[in-house]
Nanobody, 126 residues
Framework: QVQLVESGGGLVQAGGSLRLSCAAS????????VGWFRQVPGKERECVAA????????YYADSVKGRFSISRENAKNTVHLQMNSLKPEDTAVYYC???????????????????WGQGTQVTVSS
């Protein structure tokens, strides 16, 4: 079992930055594929960034390419999402997710993830 806890959300003006963190306990995240998702009411959960357990390609949604960056901090068993140049349309609840890696493929579908955090609200004002 992996327990995930997100932090770092909040209210920021358009053009600003936030850094979300996802701290894991129970297992080491270094052997898990991880992803950051976001969801707004009435819409499906969307993968914004995902990282395979080792090597492979990092995934970014087109809407966040060049602005968001996902990274691991294995020493702290944590995954980060650096969000720059934030836009009002980035407003959502952000979730981190993890799944035990079977290969080096990046995992993008929400249904493929086994473990989820509780979510953290990000609000970008115009």
């Amino acid at each position: 079992q992996v327990q995930l806890v997100e932090s770092g959300g909040g209210l920021v003006q358009a053009g600003g930055s936030l850094r979300l963190s996802c701290a894991a306990s129970g297992r080491t995240l270094s052997i898990y594929s991880v992803g950051w998702f976001r969801q707004v009411p009435g819409k499906e959960r969307e993968c914004v960034a995902a990282l395979p357990w080792t090597g492979g390609s990092t995934y970014y949604a087109d809407s966040v390419k060049g602005r968001f960056s996902i990274s691991r901090e294995n020493a702290k068993n944590t995954v980060h999402l650096q969000m720059n140049s934030l836009k009002p349309e980035d407003t959502a609840v952000y979730y981190c997710a993890a799944v035990r890696a079977l290969n080096r493929d990046v995992v993008v579908a929400a249904s493929d993830y086994d473990y989820w955090g509780q979510g953290t609200q990000v609000t970008v004002s115009s």
